[in-house]
T-cell receptor
Framework: AQSVAQPEDQVKVAEGNPLTVKCTYS??????LFWYVQYPNRGLQFLLK??????LVKGSYGFEAEFNKSQTSFHLKKPSALVSDSALYFC????????????FGTGTRLTVIP | GAGVSQSPRYKVAKRGQDVALRCDPI?????LFWYQQALGQGPEFLTY????????KSGLPSDRFFAERPEGSVSTLKIQRTQQEDSAVYLC???????????FGPGTRLLVL
């Protein structure tokens, strides 16, 4: 069975500091991994994905994520947080074969403090 | 270009009423997905179309939920005899192909009173 865990409901960081939002996954076979961001009353916006290749993936708005197969993790990172990064972040996984839909975590609310 | 659009954005229904939620995917996108997002939760899969074919409906919670995409473009999610537990945000996503990135619409927030 496929599943995603986001162990932190909330993350707070000061503006200008690095941020990390954690994600671990369970999937049959090779994973396709995604990060989405959700602003109030908006849908999910795609940030980045890992399919294969380099374990460090760069995405929109200066975000990046590192795939770690041995730890089954895909943590989202940004070197310097902005107040405008404050939002709800979702990690999602899809198996390479089989189901085409995404399996989402419960989300992490990021607050960047000015 | 235009993204995924959904209508209505908000819907209030009395318990027992039928509702229809519309999704306009990105032009040319073959795959279309419906998800349900309860308050404080991540989206959960409902159903998947490839063109007009509904290939997976394993996530539909009951036979009151029905989805269609008759011409392989616009899709409608219909909920019959709505119940309070149907209150949620219904998200539509489309992708170029079944293994491509899914792009989401703004969602329809359904409140059943």
């Amino acid at each position: 069975a496929q599943s995603v865990a986001q162990p932190e409901d909330q993350v707070k960081v000061a503006e200008g500091n690095p941020l990390t939002v954690k994600c671990t996954y369970s999937v049959s076979g090779n994973p396709y991994l995604f990060w989405y961001v959700q602003y109030p009353n908006r849908g999910l916006q795609f940030l980045l994905k890992y399919i294969t290749g380099d374990n460090l993936v760069k995405g929109s708005y200066g975000f990046e994520a590192e795939f770690n197969k041995s730890q089954t993790s895909f943590h989202l990172k940004k070197p310097s947080a902005l107040v405008s990064d404050s939002a709800l972040y979702f990690c999602a996984v899809r198996p390479q074969w089989g189901a085409n839909n995404l399996f989402f975590g419960t989300g992490t609310r990021l607050t960047v403090i000015p | 270009g235009a993204g995924v659009s959904q209508s209505p954005r908000y819907k209030v229904a009395k318990r027992g009423q039928d509702v229809a939620l519309r999704c306009d995917p990105i032009s040319g996108h073959v795959s279309l997905f419906w998800y349900q997002q309860a308050l404080g939760q991540g989206p959960e899969f409902l159903t998947y179309f490839q063109n007009e074919a509904q290939l997976d409906k394993s996530g539909l919670p009951s036979d009151r939920f029905f989805a269609e995409r008759p011409e392989g473009s616009v899709s409608t999610l219909k909920i019959q005899r709505t119940q309070q537990e149907d209150s949620a945000v219904y998200l539509c996503a489309s992708s170029l192909g079944e293994q491509e990135t899914q792009y989401f619409g703004p969602g329809t927030r359904l409140l059943v009173l």
